[in-house]
């Protein structure tokens, strides 16, 4: 692993010699200059090489090439500083920064680099790229790092950066999957806060593989942007933010900040909040990646800190709620008063957006890798059962077994009293959702093929071919089937096989539908979309600036979601 040390004080009063006289250096508004420049530290421009000299200028469509333990300054027109960090590939792709106008685009192939901008005014933009994602800021002092395995590592000192995944540049993604990919993306990005670290791994899929058909259920695949937490995270370019502010006389300020910040939970990141409205109390969960709150329009029952992230929707039964959490925990929270009643241990990390199923014996966790555990209303293990495949959604109970679908095809049974897993019926394509009614399993795939199996005679009774991949949300209500297609297709299916209704919402789904006993609801962009369930009639609310919560709880007469500017907010019906 590379590392950075500060550079030393002679060094950074140098570069605030050269700071203070770029001013009088810069060649134009589309143009930089190297205010400090230590080791080897080139500029690659219209394919040949130069060594950087402070005093250069630094243009667009220019490559900045940092060898080990180099830096270099650039200062750019409206109070934009550019600190090229050792053993980087950085691209200047844009820099108009004339006043009023200011647009600065810099792509980060390698390594890192520190970006301190002022404040920018409307219509204003500052920009880093890497080879998987963006960040976007309006006046702000923040770190990138990408390392040797592409992950990606943001760290913000001041202000806030908005981080989402974006598109290659190649162009390499099919047309049709670039197009759930982009709003996929927008919506799931994250705002980072000061002190604050944002994580970005690698996919499990390449972007490349995708296609219309399979991208919506690939897409839990895919690695998102994620606030850094735990021991030892800190801010590992923190030394180098400092060097480079205490040139411009922040560095005092900054480091009070961190210090203070280092005891303080960090602020859960916006666009990562579920909800669920719980009946028997009348209140709303907010499920965020590291807490749980019971909530009411202004008022908080209780707030609980988790140790872990949450892996997927939890599920309640009366006044018990049940979590699992990436790290292997499976929890049980009294909802009255937000009380862990017991905590419970798996191997491995539990399978993200797998939600746990109840039935009146137990609760059933499923791990990535393929464990599948049942835990009593106790918490004791009643057993433990390898299933030897990559489970690929959440289970469903029906008769004496648990059903559970893997990613390559199968639909495996597990009795429920023994936890022996039994034969199954393989469907040809990853299994996106399950759905059990009437002693049926109806499974939908990633290619758009929609089953119906009896278990206990091992038939398929009936096959539906959907015109798009399936996304991983299906609800069996009464005689009908409500599938949600990967391009924006909703499908009414009657429990026969009849297709009863279709509706194109005209946008991909990513997000979780909500319902009620007459309609369907689905987020998407600054639209809350409800469909009648009888006629498949859309209706179109209008909502600015949006919901940027994953889904929205519905009560009898109001929907909640969080929205971007306004937080915690209620619709009336």
């Known amino acids: 692993m590379l590392r950075w040390a500060a550079i030393p004080a002679g060094a950074a009063a140098a570069a ?17 200059t190297a205010v400090g420049v230590w080791g080897d530290v080139r500029i690659m421009s219209a394919g040949a090489h130069r060594a950087l000299r402070e005093g250069d200028a630094v243009m667009r469509d220019d490559v900045i090439l940092s060898g080990p333990s180099s ?16 053993g980087s590939h950085v691209s200047l792709m844009k820099a108009d920064l ?31 790229h890497t080879p998987t994602s963006v960040a976007s800021v309006k006046g702000t002092v923040f770190g990138v790092r990408v390392g040797a395995d592409s992950t990606v590592r943001y760290e913000v000192y001041e202000g806030k950066v908005l981080v989402r995944r974006c598109l290659p540049a190649d162009r390499s993604v099919e047309p049709a999957a670039a197009g759930v990919l982009e ?14 670290a944002c994580r970005i791994g690698t996919d499990g899929r390449p972007l490349y593989a995708l296609t219309g058909r399979n991208v919506r259920y690939a897409l839990t695949d895919l690695s998102l942007p994620m606030i850094a937490a735990g021991p030892g995270i800190g801010l590992q370019m923190r030394d180098d933010a400092m060097s480079l502010l205490g040139a411009s006389g922040s560095g005092t300020a900054l480091s009070y900040a961190m210090r203070a910040a280092e005891t303080r939970p960090g602020a859960e990141p916006r666009g990562s909040v579920y909800l669920m409205y719980v009946p028997e109390l009348d209140f709303v969960l907010k ?15 209780w707030s609980l800190d988790l ?82 495949c990559r489970v690929s959604a959440t289970p469903v109970c029906d008769g004496s077994m648990v059903f559970v679908p893997s990613a390559d095809g199968r639909l495996i049974a597990v009795d429920r009293t023994g936890g022996v897993p039994a034969g199954g019926p393989s469907f040809g394509n990853g299994i996106a959702s399950l ?23 091992g038939r398929t009774l009936w096959k539906h071919e959907m015109r798009e991949g399936a996304s991983g949300y299906m609800l069996a209500r009464n005689d009908s089937l409500y599938l949600f297609g990967s391009a924006g ?28 006993e007459s309609r369907l609801y689905l987020p998407a962009g600054g639209e809350l979309l409800m469909v009648d369930k009888k006629t498949g009639g859309i209706e179109r609310a209008g909502l600015r600036p949006g919901i940027n919560s994953a889904n929205v709880a519905v009560t009898r007469d109001t929907i909640y979601f969080e929205s971007k500017k306004n937080g915690f907010t209620s619709l009336r019906k």
């Open 183 to 196: 709003q996929y993306f927008e919506e799931t990005g994250i705002e980072v806060g000061a002190n604050q």
């Open 307 to 388: 140790d872990g992230m949450v892996a997927s929707l939890p599920v309640f039964e009366s006044t018990s709620l049940y979590v699992s959490t990436l790290s292997g925990a499976v929890m049980k929270i009294d909802l009255y008063t937000g009380r862990v009643l017991w905590t419970a241990r798996t191997e491995g990390v539990m399978h993200p957006r797998c939600s746990p199923v109840l039935d009146g014996s137990g609760i059933y966790c499923a791990t990535a890798r393929g464990l599948l555990y049942k835990f009593g209303h106790d918490g004791a293990l009643i057993w433990r059962s390898d299933l030897g």
């Open 71 to 86: 830096y270099a300054d650039i200062g750019f027109p409206g109070s934009l500083t550019l600190r090229v960090l050792p």
């Open 287 to 301: 499920i965020g990646r590291r807490y749980i709150a019971l909530v009411r329009s202004q008022e908080t029952r």
């Open 435 to 457: 759905a059990a009614h009437g002693g049926r399993i109806f499974v939908a795939t990633e290619n758009g093929g929609l089953f119906c199996y009896r278990h206990r005679d």
């Open 489 to 516: 297709t909703i499908f009414r299916i009657g429990t026969d096989g009849s297709l009863l209704w279709s509706s194109d919402t005209g946008r991909p789904i990513v997000k979780r539908p909500a319902e009620d």
């Open 16 to 32: 605030l010699v050269f700071y203070l006289a770029a001013t009088t250096l810069f060649r134009g508004a589309d143009a930089g």
């Open 98 to 128: 004339t006043a009023g106008k200011r647009a600065f685009d810099a792509m980060v192939s390698g390594g890192g680099c520190i970006l301190k901008v002022s404040r920018l005014a409307g219509g204003e933009s500052a920009v880093i």
